[in-house]
């Protein structure tokens, strides 16, 4: 049962452009959500996290966005860098205390130079 | 680099082996994860130590798996009588205090394991 869910497996954007990220999750038991991005062949590199009780958290060109009533999160990336290509993971957390993390299947992003 | 470090990052062996992952986590953390990643797929829980306390275990973990944290500081993961279907990177993550602070997980490079 796939809890957190990214239904694009791969998305495509023009250097300088914003690349939008989309994960959606079932569990309403989950309060803190993270983004990782992962090189072939290299573990998963923390992003940016945003906790349930915000909608919004930025980080330099880094945005995510929560939208509670939808079970959705966003990442947005603007302007969009050839070396943000990368495979993309949406993880969420349970309510304090849990010790693991639930991750989607991912999103492969290409920037075009 | 004071990151989390796993090795070897690469292993073949044959199916019914026995096969071992070593991980040393930032040296600050004393919680200690192992997730298996397979080809198209985000990565799975395994199993969770708190210092040399293995506290969770996921269903995912068969009998033929063992983890070990021993001393609280480095962790292996040990695959018995491996069979096609381990075939995944082994990644070892950790972090500090309670993940209710809102600290994240911080993952190694993985061990990618290959039966034949």
């Known amino acids: 049962d796939q809890q957190v869910k990214q239904n694009s497996p791969s998305l495509s954007v023009q250097e300088g452009r914003i690349s939008i990220l989309n994960c959606d999750y079932t569990?309403?038991?989950?309060?803190?959500f993270l983004w990782y991005k992962k090189y072939p062949a290299e573990g998963p590199t923390f992003l940016i996290s945003i906790s349930s009780i915000k909608d919004k958290n930025e980080d330099g060109r880094f945005t995510v966005f929560l939208n509670k009533s939808a079970k959705h999160l966003s990442l947005h990336i603007v302007p969009s860098q050839p070396g943000d290509s990368a495979v993309y993971f949406c993880?969420?957390?349970?309510?304090?205390?849990?010790?693991?993390?639930?991750f989607g299947t991912g999103t492969r992003l290409t920037v075009i130079p | 680099d004071t990151g989390v470090s796993q090795d070897p990052r690469h292993k073949i062996t044959k199916r019914g082996q026995n096969v071992t992952f070593r991980c040393d986590p930032i040296s600050e953390h004393n919680r200690l994860y192992w997730y298996r990643q397979t080809l198209g797929q985000g990565p799975e829980f395994l199993t969770y130590f708190q210092n040399e306390a293995q506290l969770e275990k996921s269903r995912l973990l068969s009998d033929r798996f063992s983890a070990e944290r021993p001393k609280g500081s480095f962790s292996t993961l040990e695959i018995q009588r491996t069979e096609q279907g381990d075939s995944a990177m082994y990644l070892c993550?950790?972090?500090?205090?309670?993940?209710?602070?809102?600290?994240?997980?911080?993952f190694g490079e993985g061990s990618w394991l290959t039966v034949v």
């Open positions: 993880a969420a957390r349970k309510q304090t205390g849990a010790n693991n993390l639930f």
């Open positions: 993550a950790s972090s500090s205090r309670n993940m209710a602070s809102g600290n994240t997980i911080y």
């Open positions: 569990n309403s038991m989950f309060d803190y």
